[in-house]
Structures are given as C-alpha cells and as structure tokens.
T-cell receptor
C-alpha cells in the first residue's frame, strides 16, 4: 500500500537557519515524489518533484530509495517560507497522488 | 477558465441535509481528483477519475459520499445526510494527459469548497 509519513506537524525555525522537513514513504515499486506548498489564503501548489532535480525558492529534495525518504531542505530559511508543506507520492504511470498529513513551517524573524 | 474552479466556495448546511460540490477542471485535463482537507488530518484522498477508466473510489469514507464526472469534464461530489464530522475543505484538482514516456505530471488545485455542517 502507498503511504506518506510526515512526522512533524509543526516546525519552527528562526530566519537564516537551515530547515529540513521530513518525508518518508512506503511503496513497493518506483514512486514519483513531490512537495506541495500552501501559503496562507492561497491554493495548494507544486513546489518541486524528484524527477526534475531542481531547486525552487532555494529548496531541494533528494529521493533516497534506501531510506525511502524525500526530505525537503533549505540552507537559509526566510520568513516568506512560512507555509504548510505536503509531501506526496504517485505510484505507477497513471496512479493516484497520495499526500502526507503536512508540516506547518513557521519562520520567525 | 484558467484554473480549476470549484463551487460553492462556502457552504453551511444543517446536519442531515445533502450537499453537492462542483468542480470544473482545466480544459483538456483527463485526470480529476477530490481531496478533503481538515485540521490535523492533512489532505485525505477521496476519489480519482482518469479518462474513461473506472474511478478509484478507495478513499471515500462512507457510502454517504459519491462522485461522478460527466462527459469527462465537470465533476460533482455528493454528500448525503451530512454529519458534523464532514465539515472540512473539499479540494478538487486536475492534471493533463500523460504520454507513456513521460513521468512527473503536475496536478493543479482549485481553491476548495468550505463545508460547515451545523
């Protein structure tokens, strides 16, 4: 069965500090992993996906198949990064997208 | 329209009443998803439509919930005999068709329908 686990409901850091939002998944095949973000009063939107190996707004995420993890990292957090972050998994080429419960990131000045 | 459109944006209903929530996906998108977002529960998958295939209904929490998609476009999520625990934001999303060699398709979300059952 597909499952996405985000162990932290809330993560609070100070501006300029490094941040890591954890995501672990359970899937027997080769999954596609995504991070979605929801800023206050805005709709949910894609932040990044593992196949693109890109850095968006300073965030990166590396798929670690051995540890079944896809942690989201940023070396220097900014106040505007405060938002709700969801890790998501798609199994199969036409499969559904399953989300974790989300982590609320709060970046303090 | 330019994005996924949902209506109503807000709905307050009495316990026991039926409600219908509508989703207009982005034109040309073959996949359509319904999720429920509630405090402490994150994004809960409800149902997934992909083209003409049978929908994946595995996330529907009870037989009071149903959804249909007419003509491969507009979808309606129906909740019968609403309960207070149904209060949540119901999110719809859609994604375009994917060529067989491509992976990593993006899904686009609507703004959601806020349902409050009193």
């Amino acid at each position: 069965a597909q499952r996405v686990t985000q162990p932290e409901k809330l993560l609070s850091v100070f501006k300029g500090a490094p941040v890591e939002l954890k995501c672990n998944y359970s899937y027997s095949g080769s999954p596609e992993l995504f991070w979605y973000v929801q800023y206050s009063r805005q709709r949910l939107q894609l932040l990044l996906r593992h196949i693109s190996r890109e850095s968006i707004k300073g965030f990166t995420a590396d798929l670690n198949k051995g540890e079944t993890s896809f942690h989201l990292k940023k070396p220097f957090a900014q106040e505007e990064d405060s938002a709700m972050y969801y890790c998501a998994l798609r199994g199969g080429s036409q499969g559904n997208l399953i989300f974790g419960k989300g982590t609320k990131l709060s970046v303090k000045p | 329209g330019a994005g996924v459109s949902q209506s109503p944006s807000n709905k307050v209903t009495e316990k026991g009443k039926d409600v219908e929530l509508r989703c207009d996906p982005i034109s040309g998108h073959t996949a359509l998803y319904w999720y429920r977002q509630s405090l402490g529960q994150g994004l809960e998958f409800l149902i997934y439509f992909q083209g003409n295939s049978a929908p994946d209904k595995s996330g529907l929490p009870s037989d009071r919930f149903s959804a249909e998609r007419t003509g491969g476009s507009v979808s309606t999520l129906t909740i019968q005999r609403t309960q207070q625990e149904d209060s949540a934001v119901y999110l719809c999303a859609s994604s375009p068709p994917r060529p067989s060699h491509y992976s990593g398709n993006t899904i686009y979300f609507g703004e959601g329908s806020w349902l409050t059952v009193v």
